[in-house]
């Protein structure tokens, strides 16, 4: 690998995918060696004793050890007509397309992913029935047309062949971004102003850069701006940015299209004290702040995961790492305690689509309006979790499966992690006043089950969390960490530019944190159960009472509306004009006749204020509303568009939801985004904690009374006993 | 006590008091007990084992047994200025205002409380000073009237004494419930229509309710409005509303005023199923949803409490219990990591009041309009905590002292807990590319103080949370749960209903939910790194670009306003209208010169919306606005005014804001506002599940960079070794 190139592979490299495949029986055997311990007296050091970790609660699912969740994957089969496809399945679509004609030419595939099967057949089918017929869906581009592909793994036949027909450009592979980073280095004028500028070549870390796309002039051609930094001096090189250097590489050709160079009078700011690596953190001292805390399960783990399906408490779902939306939940199921029932509530949610905009329109940064997912794959930036840090000791971990761009299949070892979460919280409480006859208080702790992944894109971190709790509510929440995208500034202190606008924050001697926005679009499923919904906007108004009515003059009343097309389910929030967002099944009703249903609790929010013509707001256009309603349409998953790079906006939820189609007792999908403005402070820099937002699918009146009421207390004979690790 | 009274003492009772105080030597002494198991080796048992558990970290300050928490009161001493009246002086205060002539008539002491020394003094003073003079602020009603007074405990005098200057009562003692629960029963029409209501007498359970304020005949007599219940057959009785009938008492002379009997065509509930106690679970099947689940720390809590005062972490502060507000965090400072200085954030942060409107205009239920702080006393409510179910196991708890109505103090044991809260959380990271030579994933943990206290106000329960981050945020959380108020109903089913609107859910059969908002508001006196600040609204405001400026038509700028007065910081949130709330520092800036300073950042929130000219919206006014700022005024503490009961909204935060007195450059205070609408639903019968919103005070370029940079990760190496307990 050219030392020069530092960040050539920035992306997934299919090199970890063949070189984890070639070494696979070389690695110690983590769960073989972990197998030595007894879990039963010895929770701590039990991270890879599957066997005995998952405690199978029902007897009949008792696997044998074989069965259970492995570190090898070459004979994986799948076992559920939602599992992604497996080594061995990945290996054989590569196969079957290598004898098609169209891979005869130069090709990348970008995308290459189990097709699923009808949603109706995969509702309908049972665990012991035949496994669905597995197919596969390419996108490929071959000689610069992007192609559209269904490959039938039962026939070993492509069963369908399309070309794109929508503006936008794939998924960008490893080799695109390998290419773009190498075009620079070969542009003498790219590497006089490098040198020029002070910085050693071999400090030299670029980025690609997804361009937007701002008219005609840039259509019809595949292109990345790459911007770099001098990594000198520290691992943490977004810090030192080479300022007002922008690079216009062709993807396809690998030229060098056009350079602007225009920030030499802005020092390269010098990266002092920004390397957050804890082994540099020892040179100078430690902040030992808090002494050491676990979650510890003394009887083991309440979940079982057979496969990618999740049993935990009275929650059954399908969990599968995918490399665009990074983690898919499907199949989601709840548990009547009532009548024992396995009750649907969501068939399919996931992250659709993220954007961020940032707010600078100067020459070097108005096109930074990323859309992550389906610009570099937010699943394929989703790399191994840390165990102990990422996801407590207490968790398990899921492998991702990934095509790499000639098809090769490739492992991503502890994509997400599943584990139970208890942080002190109260599921229910009541205490009564003690001198009655009432003696009572009544408390239950609240767990809840985490899925958890972490998308680095470039400096950025998403932190995404889908949280089960018992009571019925899945709360969905994203934390955002990592590091800033900053600009370099010819200032080290405010007091120098008292009248200008910097476009963001000084946050340390030459650097600027930019204003930015973040969005992230969730597409929900929503099957109340069954498919047949309908979206009620209950309004909460103010209510005049009439003269003499009552001493009150006013209270608020509950309003039902019943959103008949898509426009009347297009929502914009309004703190004094507020409402309630409930899917419902209009044909199921409680026993005192209410609707059975879910509702959509909006967490902290912002909105994006851009000019709706402005081009990346086109492009972002689903983020014109917190939530939309559509009919459930198989081929409208990604809300930004199938095809997002350089897209024009044709394709986006908002032109979907445009339509207006009748959405009233119909299978429908529900799409809310979450958004922050994040105008940086110096606490961000050199790494940011971490900041959340989250929403909530909340039952009303889809069960008949509090499904928790029977919980039992904590009682401390049931709690583990434990020392600590020195006295072991 | 008599049996048909069983909710006589429904609030707290001096009885209570007594009993502790007279069996003090007479209690198991668990300190004692639990002494005898070894901490260090065995930290799942020492719940009381206060000199281990509570490791100092500083040799300093490491204290003999006898100076650390212990559960015996009667020989506390203060040590700090803010600390509560002790035992002693509370019994000292009492036997002043004996020999004072104006306790020689009868009286009712409604409030006995530490007076503050000035914060200017307790600003200067250090530990190892001597303690400031103490003084006890008492308001007592004597005769009808409101006094206020203050007793100096050194010089053993009264040193103030006034009348009360505003509309409203004070807080309603225990014996004012136990007469206005009374007085029904002994009158003819009540137990006449009780009896053909077909309720045994036996098992009538009442509620004092507040009555709110609607006019002028309501005023010049303090009167309370009492409705009952159906207990036969739960303890949940507030499942069993007998409709329809209001009991309207004089608090003083404890007639009954008029008694409103109109429901006897709405059944009584039958309260099948209702009973939420675990041992009636146990006996209809426990829902077992999950295993056991710990916090442990190896090492022993990461904090220590020194009588009132609380080290964790990077963060100190005085923490006490108080009658009114609940828990009261004091003088919070946090520690700067580069310079290690201790830091000022903020001097003061309390519950302030609470407004809770029930949206039912009709007889029965229009005036319920609570605002539970200044009304029943959001701290006299909170009853001692559930270990492990309340807090998690590895909590520390805090006792209160408080007086009763004839001056008498008494012990609330167990009233807050303080613990250490890891959910898995994750306080920052990134990971890199893992195929540049930059192989770098780093991770930190996020662990939390939580100081917790749950108030139960008659049927529901507020959990209040301060949480700590290490990274300098302050999160202040309130959970609901508890059980609605509830209304009882002819109907069974909905379809008996179609076009009726009932004012709420139905949620079993003749019990409907009634639609209520919670507000819980904040007073923050905020003192960045000293008293003197400002605060300044950070607009997000949309600005367009010009012709030809860039290929943008907008971009979001942020537009800073510094508040000149009040009026300036009277805040209403509007999504597509956003800012950020500032508290700065005018004087002193960071490094590269952005001025210090915290935000408040909103959560999840709902405005009221009922008309302003509203009687209880007059009162409650105090919610018009989410935040507002105000000078700092030592008698502003109580937004709905320091006498709430009964009151007519002339001593609101509204009407003390509206004199928009300068606020640039001041020491201000902060208010902010939480709310709630809530639409009852069947999931919350016959209890809710906790539902929860919160804000956070957030640094903004307060640190010059992020102050937890150094922090380490999780290292499997210090983590506890455990044991189920049945293997120990």
Redesign the interface.
């Known amino acids: 690998m050219d030392a020069r190139n530092?960040?050539r592979?920035?992306?997934?490299?299919f090199?970890?995918a063949i070189a984890l495949l070639l070494t696979w029986l070389h690695f110690p055997s983590l769960p073989d060696k972990a197998e030595l311990l007894d879990c039963?007296?010895?929770?701590?050091?039990c991270t890879f004793n599957f066997n005995k970790r998952f405690?199978l609660k029902n007897p009949t699912l008792i696997k044998k050890p074989t069965d259970l969740p492995r570190r090898r994957h070459e004979s994986d089969k799948p076992r559920h007509p939602l599992d992604p496809l497996t080594v061995q399945e990945v290996n054989k679509v590569r196969a079957i397309l290598s004898a098609h004609p169209l891979f005869k030419s130069t090709y990348s595939i970008n995308s290459l992913v189990l097709e699923e099967p009808d949603k109706t057949l995969v509702r309908a089918w049972k665990r012991g029935d035949p496994l669905l017929p597995r197919k596969a869906s390419v996108i490929a581009r071959v000689n610069g047309v992007v192609h559209l592909l269904t490959v039938d793994l039962t026939s070993n036949q492509v069963t369908r062949h399309e070309t794109a027909p929508f503006s936008g450009y794939p998924i960008t592979t490893v080799e695109d971004m390998v290419g773009a980073l190498d075009a620079p280095l070969t542009n003498a004028q790219f590497n006089r102003t490098i040198t020029e500028r002070g910085v050693d070549m071999n400090d030299v870390a670029c980025l690609p850069i997804s361009p937007g796309w701002?008219?005609e002039a840039e259509e019809n051609r595949r292109v990345i701006k790459v911007q770099c930094y001098s990594?000198q001096g520290t691992?943490n090189f977004y810090m030192r940015p080479i300022e007002g250097l922008t690079v216009l590489v062709d993807l396809d050709t690998k030229q060098v299209l056009s350079i602007s160079d225009k920030g030499r009078n802005i020092p390269i700011p010098d990266g002092v004290?920004t390397d957050?690596?804890?082994s540099v953190?020892k040179l100078?001292?430690?902040?030992?702040?808090?002494?050491?805390?676990?979650?510890?399960?003394?009887?083991?783990?309440?979940f079982t995961i057979d496969g990618h399906y999740v049993k935990?408490?009275?929650w059954e779902f399908h969990l599968k790492p995918d490399p665009r939306a990074g983690a898919i939940i499907s199949q989601v199921k709840v548990r009547d305690?009532e009548t024992s029932e396995l009750r649907d509530v969501m068939y399919k949610g996931f992250v659709s689509e993220l954007f961020v905009?940032y707010?600078?329109?100067?020459?070097g940064w108005?096109?930074k309006t990323y859309m992550d997912a389906g610009e570099y794959g937010f699943g394929l930036q989703a790399?191994?979790l840390?165990p102990?840090?990422?996801?407590?000791?207490?968790?398990y971990y899921v492998d991702a499966v990934f095509a790499s761009a000639d098809g090769t299949p490739y492992v991503r070892p502890n994509m997400l992690c599943v584990?139970?979460?208890?942080?002190?919280?109260?599921?229910?409480?009541?205490?009564?006043?003690?001198?009655?006859?009432?003696q009572?208080?009544?408390?239950?702790?609240?767990?809840t089950l985490?899925v958890r992944m972490?998308a680095?894109v470039a400096?950025y971190?998403y932190?995404v969390d889908w949280e089960f709790?018992?009571?019925?509510?899945i709360r969905s929440k994203v934390?955002l960490?990592?590091?800033l995208m900053v600009k370099g500034s010819k200032y080290?202190?405010?007091?120098q530019a008292p009248n200008e606008?910097l476009?963001g924050?000084?946050?340390?001697?030459n650097v600027v944190g930019v204003?930015h926005?973040h969005y992230i679009t969730y597409r929900l499923d929503m099957d109340i159960d069954g498919s047949d919904n309908s979206f009620v906007k209950?309004d909460?108004?103010?209510q005049?009472?009439a003269a003499g009515?009552?001493?009150?003059?006013?209270?608020?009343?509950?309003v039902k509306n019943v959103a008949k097309t898509e426009k009347d389910a297009q929502i914009?929030?309004?703190?004094?004009n507020?409402s309630?967002f409930h899917v419902i099944n209009p044909s199921k009703?409680?026993?005192?006749?209410?609707s059975v249903g879910y509702k959509v609790?909006?967490?902290?929010?912002?909105?994006s204020?851009?000019?709706p013509?402005?081009?990346?707001?086109k492009r972002g256009a689903f983020t014109d509303n917190q939530i939309w309603v559509t009919p459930y349409n198989r081929s409208e998953q990604w809300a930004g568009g199938l095809f997002v790079y350089q897209s024009r906006g044709d394709d986006t939820l908002q032109v979907w939801s445009d339509r207006d189609r009748p959405i009233e007792n119909k299978d429908i999908v529900v799409w809310y985004t979450a958004g922050f403005?994040h105008?940086p402070?110096?606490?961000?820099?050199?790494?940011?904690?971490?900041v959340s937002s989250s929403f909530d699918l909340k039952?009303?009146?889809?069960?008949?009374?509090?499904?928790?009421?029977?919980?039992?207390?904590?009682?401390?004979?049931?709690?583990?006993?434990?020392?600590?690790?020195d006295?072991?």
Chains 1, 2 share one sequence.
């Not at 707010?359 to 020459?363: I, L, R, V």
């Not at 039952?699 to 690790?725: G, W």
Request: charged share 20%.
């Open positions: 530092l960040l592979f920035f992306f997934l490299s090199t970890l039963s007296t010895n929770s701590g050091s405690r701002y008219g990594r691992v004290d957050y690596r804890y953190q100078n001292g430690v902040l030992n702040l808090v002494n050491p805390i676990s979650i510890e399960q003394p009887k083991g783990p309440s935990w408490a009275n305690p905009p707010m600078d329109p100067t020459e108005y096109f790399m191994s840390d102990l840090n990422d996801c407590p000791r207490n968790a584990f139970e979460s208890y942080a002190g919280d109260i599921a229910w409480r009541h205490a009564e006043c003690p001198l009655t006859d009432l009572v208080t009544e408390v239950r702790p609240k767990v985490v972490a680095a400096n971190d932190i709790q018992t009571d019925g509510l934390g960490s990592g590091i080290e202190n405010m007091n606008y476009y924050t000084l946050l340390s001697e204003i926005d209950v909460i108004k103010k005049e009472t009515e009552s001493p009150r003059k006013s209270y608020l009343k509950a914009r929030l309004q703190l004094y507020p309630e009703k409680t026993r005192v006749g209410n609790v909006p967490g902290p929010q912002a909105a204020l851009m000019d013509e402005d081009p990346p707001q403005h105008i402070c110096q606490e961000d820099y050199p790494i940011m904690p971490t039952p009303v009146n889809f069960f008949e009374k509090n499904p928790i009421l029977r919980l039992p207390p904590n009682f401390e004979t049931d709690l583990p006993v434990c020392k600590p690790p006295s072991a």
